[in-house]
């Protein structure tokens, strides 16, 4: 991820209205939340959310589609896995002893489920 992108999203970040936002997306993924939910949940008006929403969208942060006549925005998750890649590139001079901590905390609270193997059958 390029150093303009990252300030970009970044700056996005950098309003509270908007950190909430995605957090809250974050929260509801794969799904997403119409853009009206998002602006209930969070107690701001719907245009002041739609203008919030757009400022997420053009730093990449969140993507949106149309079903019926709602908005149905999501975080991009790719996008937040780059910035968090980026930000940890370098990390502590590659001593694995002081990024572990760092590394540790960013363990999902929900790790994916391991497939099963199938076994296949000789007939």
Known sequence: MESERIILAL??????????????????EPDGLPAGEIAAALAVPHNTMSAHLAVLARAGLVRS?????????????????QMTLFLLKDCCGGRPEVCAPVIDSLTPCCPPAKEKRRVRSRV
Not at 14 to 20: G, H, I, K, W
Request: glycine share 0%.
């Open 11 to 28: 700056a996005a970040l950098a309003q509270p209205t908007r950190l909430d936002c995605f957090r809250l997306l974050v929260k509801h």
């Open 65 to 81: 589609r149309r079903e019926s006549r709602s908005i149905i925005y999501r975080a991009d998750l790719a996008v937040l896995q």
